[in-house]
């Protein structure tokens, strides 16, 4: 059997769960074409914007995650340090830098190879993945960008883990 077979064979559209459990959460989005939604959820730090997209040719639905944050020029080297740090503490997802942007994005991918259909749990999950991911390291960003901190003192920072209580 080859690909376009096994996609026909799908009970439902990736992206029609993505705007389902959206829906069921009242979050506010955008369905941009059949292939994509967009979702806008606030956080702690940040806004996020949020872009489900469903990649036909390899069976994938790609999540990006945005948040608004500007990486200028000379702190760039920095970003990227403090980039690697960071995806090498992830188990899922990464954080990429979009040099044209200058923006910094965490993605992450749910394969379903095979006909394979997403379920809402699985949609929702990555959702809080992404964000969760974010919220952790929106402040490491930050403290690069402005408070001009190397890679590692910023990450040092929002590592650092309260015990008890005051």
């Known amino acids: 059997m080859i690909l376009e077979e096994l996609s ?15 829906a069921s959460r009242e979050w506010a989005f955008e369905r941009s074409c059949e292939d994509e939604i967009a979702v806008a959820v606030a956080g702690v ?8 997209s469903w990649l036909d040719e390899i069976e994938a639905l ?7 944050l500007k990486v200028p020029q000379h702190r760039r080297s920095e970003i990227l340090a403090l980039i ?16 044209k942007q200058g923006a ?3 993605r992450h991918a749910l394969l379903l190879s095979g ?8 949609a929702e999950r990555m959702l809080v993945s992404a ?7 929106y402040q490491a960003f930050q403290f690069v960008i ?19 209580e005051a």
């Open 8 to 22: 026909a064979l799908r009970q439902s559209h990736p992206v029609d769960v993505i705007e389902w459990v959206a």
């Open 45 to 52: 730090w940040a806004d996020y914007s949020v872009s489900f």
């Open 62 to 68: 790609h999540i990006g995650c945005a948040f608004d």
């Open 84 to 99: 690697a740090a960071i995806n090498e503490k992830l188990v899922i997802g990464h954080f990429d830098h979009w040099e």
């Open 104 to 106: 910094v994005m965490f």
């Open 115 to 122: 006909g394979a259909e997403a379920t809402g749990q699985q």
């Open 131 to 137: 964000l969760e991911s974010c919220e952790r390291f």
């Open 146 to 164: 402005w408070a001009d901190k190397s890679a590692e003192d910023a990450l040092a920072c929002t590592l650092f883990e309260t015990v008890g």
